[in-house]
């Protein structure tokens, strides 16, 4: 009778775990969909899976949890990141000979959670 209890009470932790996982997600999501992003990146680092964490001028790390930018994708300190509100793209610019900025890359969402859900 005391295994039956602990698989039962195992079991209801797991599910608590992958529900609170799954719901911070979707904030999280849901809140990248809906702001904007507009900044230089003034920092760089790398994740052990190759993923860029990108740091705004005022040295704040910006957490992308709908875009994933990886280290072979040539991204560098002093390019410009923007996002508009409920825009489904993430736009990288790089700096030309002329002082401005020319679009780069333009990254899809590949986020657990489809951007039409939050935005249409």
Known sequence: MTIKKNRMVIGI???????????????????????????????????????????????????????????????SVGDSVHKAPCSEFLYIYKRNDKGGYQEYKRKAPSGLFPYNWFCK
């Open 13 to 75: 932790i797991i599910i608590l775990v992958i529900a609170f996982i799954i719901s911070n997600t979707f904030i999280h999501c849901r809140k990248e969909f809906v702001s904007g992003y507009d900044f230089e990146i003034s920092k760089i680092g790398v994740t052990p899976t190759k993923k860029l964490r990108l740091y705004d001028m005022e040295g704040k790390e910006v957490s992308l949890w709908n875009y994933s930018v990886m280290a072979n994708e040539n991204v």
